[in-house]
């Protein structure tokens, strides 16, 4: 056994034969995994979408919607192998609805004058940098990415919606 602290969860981990930063407990490469040195490989479950209502709905059309089906699928931290939330399951029905909703705002949004547009991604990367701390929890959570890293990823966005937003109107070439 092999006992290691999972810095993700804060908890101590005892792993018995599993994959630890794509190599197995003897340290020698694990045939068929990767050979980062930053995965950390829990035990892989078979968990299916359950018959449940997501903290986490869809927006289509301008609506906060739950998947058609009543599923929603389990989100597991890479970290610690367990569930943190459920996000809805969509089916293909709701992805032709989400593209089609989407469409048609796009004839909106394309017909609204550049200045509100600007203003609109500027104000959105406000709001994310606003919630900066726990969308990179989350992404940590989700993703098993360092904290530093995702607050990185993070300030990288915000950055790009004000400087899109400040690039002004592009022009067609003639």
């Known amino acids: ?41 829990t035990p892989s479950a078979t968990l299916q979408p359950e018959a449940r209502i997501s903290e986490h709905p869809m927006l289509i059309g301008g609506k906060l919607v739950q998947a058609s089906s009543g ?3 389990p989100v ?3 970290a610690s192998g367990e569930v943190f939330t459920y996000v809805p ?5 709701d992805l032709d609805l989400a593209v089609d909703a989407a469409t048609e705002a796009f004839k909106a949004w394309a017909a609204t004058p550049f200045a509100a547009r ?30 530093a890293k ?14 899109y937003a400040d690039i002004g109107e592009l022009k067609p070439e003639s």
Do not use: Y
Not at 89 to 93: H, I, L, N, P, T
Not at 128 to 145: F, P
């Open 1 to 41: 056994r092999v006992a290691m602290r999972a810095a993700a969860s804060g908890r101590l981990l005892k792993i018995s034969g599993q994959v630890l930063g794509g190599r197995c407990v003897t340290s020698q490469p694990c045939v068929g995994h990767s050979s980062s040195a930053t995965d950390v490989r």
């Open 76 to 78: 597991i931290n890479p």
């Open 71 to 73: 599923l929603a699928a």
């Open 118 to 147: 600007a203003e609109c991604l500027r104000r959105f990367g406000k709001l994310v940098e606003g919630k900066k701390e726990e969308i990179a929890r989350l992404l940590t959570m989700e993703q098993g990415k360092p904290l």
């Open 150 to 163: 995702a607050r990185q990823e993070i300030g990288g966005f915000v950055w790009s919606c004000k400087h």
């Open 89 to 93: 399951q969509a089916s293909k029905e």
